[in-house]
Nanobody
Framework: VQLQASGGGLVEARGSLRLSCAASGTNFRINVMGWYRQAPGKQRERVAAVTRDGITNYSDSVKGRFTISRENAKNTVYLQMNSLKPEDTAVYYC???????????WGQGTQVTVSS
C-alpha cells in the first residue's frame, strides 16, 4: 500500500488548510485511516482517525477545529484544518490500517507551518 499525502504549506494563524492522502496498491479493505503529526523535538502524536463506517475521533488539541473525512471509493482521507495555531506546526503523516493483513502503512509526510 502506498500513501501519497498533499496539501501542506505555510499559513498564518487562524487560517485554514486541507490535507489529502490517497492510498493505492491494494485490493484489501482499508479499515481505519488517520492523521498523525510530529513537531520538532516531539513525539509523533495522533491527530484524528476515521473508520470505514465514518466513525471519527480527535485529539483534544484539535477537537472543534479539525475535521477528518474519507472517500472509501477513492481510498482517500482528508483533514480540514481551521483556526490554525502556531502550535499546529508539524509534519503531518497519514496512516492506513488494513486489519485483514494486520498491518499499518504510512505516508511520506507533509509540512504544515503556521506563522503567528
Amino acid at each position: 500500500v502506498q500513501l501519497q499525502a498533499s496539501g501542506g504549506g505555510l499559513v498564518e494563524a487562524r487560517g485554514s488548510l486541507r490535507l489529502s492522502c490517497a492510498a493505492s496498491g491494494t485490493n484489501f479493505r482499508i479499515n481505519v485511516m488517520g492523521w498523525y503529526r510530529q513537531a520538532p523535538g516531539k513525539q509523533r502524536e495522533r491527530v484524528a482517525a476515521v473508520t470505514r463506517d465514518g466513525i471519527t475521533n480527535y485529539s483534544d488539541s484539535v477537537k472543534g477545529r479539525f475535521t477528518i473525512s474519507r472517500e472509501n471509493a477513492k481510498n482517500t482521507v482528508y483533514l480540514q484544518m481551521n483556526s490554525l495555531k502556531p502550535e499546529d506546526t508539524a509534519v503531518y503523516y497519514c496512516k492506513a490500517t488494513v486489519s485483514e493483513l494486520g498491518r499499518n502503512y504510512w505516508g511520506q509526510g507533509t509540512q504544515v507551518t503556521v506563522s503567528s
